[in-house]
C-alpha cells in the first residue's frame, strides 16, 4: 500500500455533504511507513459525527490491505483546537477523569515529565539517561518521546525497529532495561512532520493510550520544549506525579525554566526538581573546568522558587560520543562524572516521588 493506494480508498468514502473525501477537499493528509498508514481528516464541529463515522470507514478500508500493519485516522479542525481522534479499541487500562476524558496510564505508579521552556538544553538526553539510570536502581520503567515533530528517542537509543501491533493496540520497543515510543519508530528518519496541532495530539494520545505499556513503576515523558498542547493535553490526560524542568545555567535558559515551571504549576503538576545541564565544560585532555554558560544559575533559581535542585551535569565529551553511538552514558561510559552525576538526579527523582 502506498500513497495512491490509500487515497483510492479514500475516494470511496463519503463525507458528510454526500462527495468523496477528497472530492469534498477534507482530506489533510497522507502518510504511509512501513506498513504503517496515517490518514488526517479535517472537519466542522457540526459534521463531527458523520465524519466520525467516515473516519471508521477509512480505518477498516485500510486495515483489510495487503501490507498495512497499523492504521491511524484522526479528524482535525482548522478553527476549532479540540482534536478527535476516530474511535479505537481502549486498552484495558484506561480509566475516565472527572470530566469524561479518558484517562491514559493508570497502571503507571508514577508519571513524570522532563521539560523545559526552550530547546537546546539537552532535555531528551536528561530524560534518557534518566529513565535508564531507573531501570538500573530495578525498577520497570517506560519512556514516551512526545516531541513529535522532532523525535530523537531512536537515535539517542540506538534502535530502529518498529513497535509490534496486536489487536490494534503498539507494543512498545524494548532498549537498555526499558519499553519504549516514539514518533520515530514510525516515520523515517528524514520525514518531515508537517502536522497541526490537533494531528499531533492525536499521535501523542495514541503512544499515551493505544499501547500496551503494562504495569511500570515509573513513565518518564520526554516533553517538546515550550509550554503549549502537548504539556496541557498530558496534564489533563494522565496523572503526573510531577515534572522534572532541565535548564542550562545562562541567564536566557532560565528565563525560559520559570515559564515551564509556571505553566506546570497552574494545571496542579508538582515540580520534583531542577536539573542544571551542561553546567560547566571539562576538558578531556586535562581535566580543566570551563564555566561556558557560566554555572550555579539553575542552582539558585530553584533556590528563589522554593523548587528543589536535583543535580548539576558536566559538559562532557563522553555525552556527546554515548549519545551519537546510540549509548545513553550512564550504560556508554557509566564512570564518567556525567553518568554520576544522572544517577545522583534519579535517586533525587525517587525520593521525591516517596521511594
Not at 19 to 29: G, Q, W
Amino acid at each position: 500500500m502506498d500513497e495512491a493506494g490509500v487515497v483510492r480508498v479514500l475516494r470511496q468514502v463519503r463525507g458528510p455533504d454526500g462527495r468523496d473525501l477528497v472530492a469534498a477537499k477534507l482530506v489533510d493528509s497522507v502518510s504511509v511507513a512501513d506498513g504503517t498508514v496515517h490518514v488526517a481528516l479535517r472537519t466542522e464541529r457540526a459534521h463531527l459525527a458523520a465524519m466520525e463515522q467516515a473516519g471508521r470507514q477509512v480505518e477498516e478500508a485500510l486495515r483489510g490491505a495487503a501490507g498495512v500493519r497499523h492504521v491511524t485516522v484522526v479528524l482535525t479542525s482548522h478553527k476549532q483546537a479540540a482534536p478527535a481522534p476516530a474511535p479505537a479499541p481502549a486498552p484495558a487500562h484506561a480509566g475516565h477523569g472527572p470530566a469524561g476524558h479518558e484517562k491514559f496510564l493508570t497502571d503507571v505508579k508514577s508519571v513524570v515529565a522532563v521539560a523545559s521552556g526552550k530547546g537546546g538544553v539537552g532535555k531528551s538526553t536528561v530524560a534518557v539517561n534518566l529513565a535508564v539510570a531507573l531501570a538500573q536502581s530495578g525498577r520497570r520503567v517506560g519512556l514516551i518521546d512526545a516531541d513529535i515533530y522532532g523525535p530523537s528517542l531512536p537515535r539517542m537509543l540506538g534502535v530502529n525497529q518498529k513497535p509490534g501491533l496486536r489487536d490494534q493496540i503498539m507494543i512498545p520497543v524494548p532498549a537498555f532495561g526499558l519499553v519504549c515510543m516514539s514518533m520515530g519508530f514510525l516515520v523515517p528518519e528524514t520525514q518531515a512532520m508537517v502536522w497541526r496541532g490537533p494531528m499531533v495530539m492525536g499521535a501523542l494520545s495514541q503512544m499515551l493510550g493505544q499501547t500496551d505499556w503494562g504495569a511500570l513503576d515509573v513513565m518518564v515523558v520526554d516533553m517538546p520544549p515550550g509550554t503549549g498542547d502537548a504539556q496541557l493535553t498530558l496534564s489533563q490526560r494522565v496523572d503526573l506525579a510531577g515534572a522534572v524542568i532541565v535548564s542550562t545555567p545562562q541567564d536566557i535558559a532560565l528565563l525560559d525554566a520559570r515559564r515551564g515551571v509556571t505553566m506546570f504549576e497552574k494545571v496542579g503538576v508538582r515540580i520534583l526538581g531542577v536539573v542544571e545541564n551542561m553546567s560547566y565544560f571539562q576538558c578531556p585532555h586535562c581535566g580543566g573546568r570551563t564555566d561556558i554558560f557560566g554555572h550555579g544559575g539553575a542552582q539558585a533559581e530553584a533556590a528563589k522558587m522554593g523548587v528543589p535542585f536535583l543535580g548539576a551535569v558536566p559538559l562532557l565529551a563522553d555525552v556527546r560520543a554515548a549519545g551519537d553511538a546510540g549509548l545513553p552514558v550512564v550504560i556508554g561510559a557509566p564512570a564518567s562524572a556525567a553518568a554520576a552525576a544522572f544517577r545522583a538526579i534519579a535517586e533525587g527523582v525517587v525520593r521525591a516521588l516517596g521511594g
